[in-house]
């Protein structure tokens, strides 16, 4: 019995059980949570998208708050005066229409790079004639005057005849002369990309002789509309 229990002495802490293993599902613990790589692919193209609106929308807050004078720009037709405007037998308008566009840019710190102007004369809706400008840049508080001339024929068609026939008894014709644009704004030493403006001046001129006589006088200045 003496032996049995010597046998007994040391520590003992029981039957050796062997560690539970822990056994880590691929997915259960990423950083996106349960979705895996398609939840973060897409928090990604949320934040992406989110940055790229702010951007946007800063950049446009910036322009707007530069370019605000730009609206400003003025546009008159003055010294417009028509020598010739009469109907033929086979309804060809002749035409002789020469005028002075005024472009007021009143801003201090903006120019404007005027890189095409197209000028275009309409009766009744349709082109009479299309006269190129040679394109020129504006600098700050600065009045550029345009001399244009349209003349030529035109075939009257449909209505065009009718309302020559009705305002031929006052002899003030109604005639729109617009312009055509492509332009940059330039601040300091950037430039920005170009913008398509549309120029509508719309005139009421009466017939005047050719040497300037008593047929008529020539049309007052015109505020010109314009279309961005």
Known sequence: MADKQA?????????????KNDYHRPGRRSGCGGG????????????????I??????????????FRPINKINFHAKDVTLTQFNLTNNQNLDYKLALNITIRNPNKKIGV?????????YYDDQRLKSVPITPFYQGHKNTTVLNV???????????????????KTSTIYSID??????IR????KVKFPRFRPRIDCELKVPVTSSNGGAAGAAATTTKCHVDY
């Open 149 to 167: 001339v349209f003349e030529g024929q035109q075939l009257l068609t449909g209505e065009g005849i009718q309302d020559f026939t009705q305002e």
């Open 53 to 66: 609106v702010v951007l946007i929308g800063l950049a446009a807050l910036i322009i707007w708050l530069i």
């Open 177 to 182: 002369v617009k312009l055509y644009l492509r």
């Open 185 to 188: 704004f330039k601040l300091g």
């Open 113 to 121: 790079y005027y890189d095409r102007i197209e000028a275009r004369a």
């Open 7 to 19: 046998h007994l002495n040391g520590a003992y802490y029981g039957p050796n059980i062997p560690p």
């Open 36 to 51: 895996g790589c398609c939840c973060c692919l897409l928090k990604l193209i949320l934040k992406i998208v989110v940055t």
